[in-house]
């Protein structure tokens, strides 16, 4: 009788095995994540965020000129539409830092619901 719970305990065990050597051989076969492209993505982000804010800043600037030239008061305007520049760079900038957090095609709002 002891045998048999042995013997049958082998077969168990062959088994867990066969089955983990499965498990094991999809793992194998699946290919690892790249981290050049994590890598690549990030950058990408990073230079989005640079550019949102330069933009934001050069626009103001030249709303600012603009309305400068044609009022004829110099550095008013100017001084006023580049924070508002600056503030409208800061504020994209953030919505797109809140991007990076969330899983691909995830939707959602500036809020970060």
Aim: cysteine-free; glycine content about 12%; overall charge negative.
């Amino acid at each position: 009788m002891a045998e048999d719970d042995h013997d049958a305990a082998r077969a168990r065990d062959a088994e867990r095995l066969r089955a983990l050597e499965a498990r094991l051989g999809k793992k194998a076969e699946e290919p690892p994540p790249s981290r050049g492209e994590e890598h690549f993505s990030q950058a990408n982000m990073a230079w989005r965020m640079v550019t949102e804010l330069v933009a934001g800043l050069g626009i103001g600037f030249l709303i600012g000129f603009g309305l400068d030239y044609v009022t004829g008061l110099r550095p008013v305007f100017m001084v006023v539409f580049v924070l508002l520049g600056l503030a409208a760079g800061i504020k994209t900038m953030m919505r797109t830092a809140n991007e990076i957090g969330k899983a691909p095609g995830q939707t959602g709002d500036d809020k970060g619901e």
